[in-house]
């Protein structure tokens, strides 16, 4: 069996997460941090703080935690670690602010933590990896535009040997088409993580057949054949195109960080 979200050292804690965001009015848009932890590491404080580029024309904000959910996969009559028990356990970290983007352009916020699970086998020196997310709007070609969402939880528990799937369940409330692929989990500044030999963005983990993304669905397809247990990171890009002027644009992306074990 493979379990996303592998548990790790009291030092490192990061696991995954995204940030999407919501139009508010105006110029005002509800930024939306959802971050996983591993309840073995050390905790996050009750608020975070995004970066702005360029500065819109704040640089950073500062996000306010407004849920704690233990979303530990647990057999029956176990307690995580989270909830006070002894089972490992991953909790989601939602945290909300409103933002102003007075400015025109195509803006990145982004979000970076250290440090990763020691656990993670797909890494050179995943310890000393951050975790680093991000998502883009653009008030040029889309002002008042909405982030693609998802409605599934990234952690879910899979048998070795057999033909598997994850589905973000995204959508977007715009209407706009969502373009899905892998890509590089991503590090210190944006750049990526450093994979260990035969690992890559697009081949993340031991799958016999590979590992492959429905770019329109976003379902990633795989059948794990590690011989020993191994923990990998899973990181996706979501495209937003919308028909402007009669042509298919992009308007903004989001990407998205998983692990499993």
Known sequence: TIMLFGIDSFATHMVGGQITYSHVSGNVYQIRLSIYRDCHGIRLGSSQTVQISPGAPQSSATLSRVAVNDVSLLCP??????????????????????????????????????CRNNSITTFNNPGNESLYLSTQINTQL??????????NLP?????????NSISPNGFDADGDVLQYS?????????????????????NPLSSAGGVSINPNTGVI???????????????????????????????GEVFRELQVK
Do not use: M, W
């Not at 590690?226 to 002027?245: D, N, Q, S």
């Open 77 to 114: 009559g176990q307690t995580s670690e989270c909830s006070g028990g002894n089972a490992d356990g991953v909790e989601e970290h939602v945290y909300q602010g409103n933002v102003t983007i007075n400015n025109t352009g195509v803006f990145n916020i982004s979000y970076q933590r250290c």
């Open 142 to 151: 889309a002002p008042g535009n909405s982030s693609p969402q998802f409605l």
């Open 155 to 163: 952690i879910d528990q899979f048998c070795i040997g057999t033909p």
């Open 182 to 202: 892998l890509v590089n989990a991503r590090g210190s500044n944006g750049n990526s993580v450093s994979y260990a030999p035969g690992f890559s963005g697009t």
């Open 221 to 251: 397809s795989f059948t794990p054949n590690a011989a020993t247990t191994e923990v990998a990171v899973i990181a996706f890009k979501v495209e937003e195109y919308r028909v402007i002027g009669g042509t298919s644009t992009k308007i």
